[in-house]
């Protein structure tokens, strides 16, 4: 038997993304969003929506660059600080003492302790009431050796990352491996 | 130590998105799809990526709607069904026995054995390469009283969700609960 919840934004799992960008005067930000993924393979290309008024929503307007930089649950507390304060009046690097380095790529900065990372160029933009959704084109994925497995592949577990629920406010860590994707629906 | 792995579309978590529609002649349709997320808050709306050519893609273009339909972990196998076949040549409620009963808010399709499905009706349409993103506005949300707490609230582990992991190419279960949003991260 199902119930009527009303017009809300509840799905699961959400992404925990930190997106990097740089300020007018070069000075890195970050913060946390959970509204946004993956919206093309080639050229491969990610969503991330904003609301206007954020420091981070300024930025990217302005350098129309962006990194999505994936915490592992290691990093869980970092993530969330860069998602309660604002880089308009908090240092968030300074704050949580990560790390920025300037991506070669793009005018965005990677957060230099987070596992995986996209350099994202701005390809559109796309306002929506509460939010504008910034579309980047994804020019390189940088991974760290912790989260490869022998042969050079990238590694799920190892990357240990993190969900958002927006049914509870919860972060949750990713759970076992249950089967491969067009594999295990196959008919008997 | 960092390595480029190109330009990919990697990133986790990536949802499990069953999307149901329907043709011309009123038969309903679901496919799988890895590629969206929410995108807004008020009025709440979700993007999703599809291919052109899918039958999915057709539909959605002529009806201007779809449902969004969260699998637990137990419609492992009918979700990744959804994504193998195609509506042109296959039957998939048929097949998968699954049940389909008409949105009474937007021309399509609910999956009735689904614990979480959202109803959307199209509000835009970007053309991204080797995907079209439809932006839904979500009108409702139905959820089923087994992944409702006692309060009445969505209980995110009852739901037991999955997660598509293009590092690997599986799916995932959801893991353990492991802080609060906007909390976790404060100062000391």
């Known amino acids: 038997m199902k119930k009527s919840i009303g017009a809300k934004a509840l799905v699961m799992p959400t992404p925990v993304f930190v997106i990097g960008s740089y300020g007018d005067d070069g000075t890195p930000n970050i913060m946390t969003a959970a509204w946004g993924g993956i919206c093309a393979s080639e050229p491969p290309a990610i969503a991330v929506s904003i609301r206007p008024g954020r420091c981070t929503h300024e930025n990217i307007v302005a350098s129309k660059a962006f990194t999505v930089n994936i915490p592992s649950v290691s990093l869980l507390k970092q993530a969330d600080f860069a998602g309660m304060f604002s880089g308009y009046d908090t240092d968030k690097f300074v704050e949580t003492g990560l790390t920025a380095e300037s991506s070669t790529l793009v005018h965005a900065p990677l957060v230099v302790e987070f596992p995986l990372i996209l350099e994202c160029t701005l390809i559109h933009t796309i306002e929506l009431g509460t939010h504008t959704q910034f579309i980047g084109q994804i020019?390189?994925?940088?991974?760290?050796?912790?989260?490869?497995?022998?042969?050079?592949?990238?590694?799920?577990?190892?990357?240990?990352?993190l969900a958002f629920s927006p049914l509870d406010g919860g972060y949750y860590a990713l759970g076992e491996y249950v089967g491969k994707a067009f594999s295990v629906g196959k008919p008997a």
Chains 1, 2 share one sequence.
Do not use: F, H, Y
């Open 139 to 161: 020019l390189d994925v940088k991974a760290d050796e912790s989260i490869m497995n022998d042969l050079g592949g990238l590694d799920t577990a190892k990357l240990a990352p």
